[in-house]
């Protein structure tokens, strides 16, 4: 009987010194050529043996990748820890995937959760709404157009937004000259005079101006 691994073999059975006679034996150890980057021994001998490979490969309790080349096998590339191995530069998810939610007012590269797009639109408005004023607005309200039509001078209270990208738009009316509080441009006294009209835009730190 012929072994074709590379390993031991123990003949139970006779035959002649002429070879051809029957036989039968245990398989009692096995290893892996070194090329393969694998070891291991038998743990039952039978004739379809299991083997325990003792080489480490990755760390215990962590999902494991192989990669083989053609000669070796090793644990392949992973990023990031945990239970789950991605397998594709982009896979394709199935079921409900989660991740985490960002900040308000993020803007990067970030993944964006269906929890952060329903906080950055919960305060815009479909359309917007007009509003004339005549006395100074206790603040502004997001996402509302203001003609201010003031009968003297005034101020005008823009609001604290959440989100990046949230507006007001303010226009001057009446012939006065309207204090814009709030940092606008990065300057904190800012006016508007009559037929100025302004579109107040949100950026993460101050309001922009169009």
Request: hydrophobic fraction near 35%; glycine fraction near 14%; proline fraction near 5%.
């Amino acid at each position: 009987m012929a072994f074709g691994g590379n390993g031991e073999f123990t003949d139970g059975g006779t035959g002649g010194t002429g070879g051809g006679g029957g036989g039968s034996g245990t398989v009692t150890s096995v290893s892996v050529v070194s090329a393969n980057g694998l070891a291991g021994t038998v743990a039952t001998p039978t004739t379809t043996p299991a083997i325990t490979l003792s080489t480490t490969i990755g760390t215990a309790g962590t999902p494991v990748v192989l990669l083989g080349n053609g000669t070796a096998v090793s644990a392949a590339t992973q990023t990031g820890t945990g239970q789950v191995v991605v397998v594709s530069a982009s896979p394709a998810l199935t079921g409900t995937p989660t991740a985490p939610t960002a900040t308000a007012g993020t803007s990067t590269t970030q993944l964006a959760t269906t929890a952060f797009v329903a906080a950055a639109t919960t305060t815009q408005p479909s359309q917007y709404t007009t509003l004339t004023i005549t006395a100074d607005p206790a603040p502004a309200v997001i996402g509302t157009y203001y003609r201010l039509n003031y009968a003297g001078n005034g101020n005008f209270t823009l609001p604290t937004p959440s989100t990046v990208g949230q507006w007001v738009f303010a226009k001057a009316i009446s012939n006065h000259t309207y204090t814009i509080v709030g940092t606008v441009d990065g300057n904190a006294a800012f006016t508007m005079v009559q037929f100025q009209s302004y579109l107040f835009i949100w950026n993460g730190t101050n309001w922009d101006i169009n």
